[in-house]
């Protein structure tokens, strides 16, 4: 698999567009289409995304900077700057969720609408976002895991190697393997939120849960592949955060089937 010749897509009145930000960008935007179709077949207001997305986003993406900043704490206290410069990349996808998700709990709670109800169609959305920003990774030449002489091994130029592979040409493509799984997890997610008010065995805030798990999960296997990840202590910081997810994901299930909440009724 080759790597972009450049990460600079365009250039716009002397701004540099890099490939990163269109993929994130493009990343929100399918997020917001797909939440609006699902809100639309659950006979859910479509507007509501629309009014909390540039909350959650600018939350989500300053949860981001500010995760990676934090455990990257000793580069930047030297380059105070540098933590505003986004477009070479730098955000952890925890952050994101983490604060994004909070950010719209406190949106929920401000329009009186109910955060398990929602959070079901939210996931499905994130994970379509995920597969699709993953590639902003390619584009930087980032977060790709160990040589690989597969066939779908990523090129990474020598300048972006790490300094003990300085003598393999192609890495495993993490982003590809994460953003594959980000796609299957979002139609399994948007299955579900269409189908909780139609099947007894699922619940408000499954959708939630699953995705909690699924990430957790699927993180984990992506990790052990990975050669750039960031250490707390022992292990790397998506390990730690993963394992939250996934505790958090079965709490959500077992909590969820003891306190009871009424879905909308489908449409169809």
Same mark, same amino acid.
């Given at each position: 698999?080759?790597?972009?010749?450049h990460?600079?897509?365009?250039?716009?009145?002397?701004?540099?567009?890099?490939?990163?930000?269109i993929?994130?960008?493009?990343?929100?935007?399918?997020?917001?289409?797909?939440?609006?179709?699902?809100?639309?077949?659950?006979?859910? %207001?479509?507007?509501?995304p629309?009014?909390?997305?540039p909350?959650v986003?600018?939350?989500?993406?300053?949860?981001?900077?500010?995760?990676?900043?934090?455990?990257?704490? %000793?580069?930047?206290v030297?380059?105070?700057?540098?933590?505003?410069n986004?477009?070479?990349?730098?955000?952890?996808?925890h952050?994101?969720?983490?604060?994004g998700?909070?950010?719209?709990?406190?949106?929920?709670?401000?329009?009186?609408?109910s955060?398990?109800?929602w959070?079901?169609?939210?996931?499905?959305?994130?994970?379509?976002?995920q597969a699709?920003?993953?590639?902003?990774?390619?584009?930087?030449?980032?977060?790709?895991?160990?040589?690989? %002489?597969?066939?779908w091994?990523?090129?990474?130029d020598?300048?972006?190697?790490?300094?003990?592979?300085?003598g393999?040409?192609?890495?495993?493509?993490?982003f590809?393997?994460?953003?594959?799984?980000?796609?299957?997890?979002?139609?399994?997610?948007?299955?579900?939120?269409?189908n909780?008010?139609?099947?007894?065995?699922?619940?408000p805030?499954?959708?939630?849960?699953?995705?909690?798990?699924?990430?957790?999960m699927?993180?984990?296997l992506?990790?052990?592949?990975?050669?750039?990840?960031?250490?707390?202590?022992?292990?790397?910081?998506?390990?730690?955060?993963?394992?939250?997810?996934?505790?958090?994901?079965l709490?959500?299930?077992?909590?969820?089937?003891?306190?009871a909440?009424?879905?909308?009724?489908p449409?169809?």
């Amino acid at each position: 698999m080759p790597s972009p010749a450049h990460p600079v897509a365009f250039e716009f009145f002397g701004v540099a567009v890099r490939w990163y930000a269109i993929f994130i960008l493009t990343g929100i935007v399918a997020a917001i289409v797909l939440i609006r179709a699902l809100a639309l077949r659950r006979g859910l %207001d479509p507007e509501f995304p629309l009014d909390a997305a540039p909350w959650v986003v600018l939350a989500g993406v300053v949860g981001a900077r500010l995760a990676y900043v934090l455990v990257r704490a %000793d580069y930047f206290v030297d380059q105070p700057f540098a933590t505003l410069n986004l477009r070479l990349g730098g955000l952890s996808i925890h952050g994101a969720l983490i604060v994004g998700s909070l950010t719209f709990w406190w949106w929920c709670r401000r329009c009186g609408q109910s955060l398990r109800l929602w959070s079901d169609l939210m996931v499905a959305g994130v994970a379509l976002g995920q597969a699709i920003g993953r590639w902003g990774n390619w584009a930087n030449q980032e977060a790709f895991g160990r040589p690989t %002489d597969l066939p779908w091994g990523l090129a990474i130029d020598a300048a972006n190697r790490p300094r003990e592979f300085l003598g393999y040409a192609t890495f495993h493509p993490t982003f590809l393997y994460e953003s594959l799984f980000n796609l299957v997890n979002a139609a399994i997610l948007s299955w579900v939120a269409l189908n909780i008010a139609k099947q007894p065995w699922l619940h408000p805030g499954d959708g939630l849960a699953l995705y909690c798990i699924t990430y957790g999960m699927g993180r984990l296997l992506v990790e052990g592949l990975r050669t750039d990840s960031l250490y707390i202590g022992p292990l790397p910081g998506p390990v730690w955060a993963s394992a939250v997810f996934i505790v958090a994901g079965l709490t959500i299930l077992i909590v969820g089937r003891r306190v009871a909440e009424p879905v909308a009724a489908p449409t169809d």
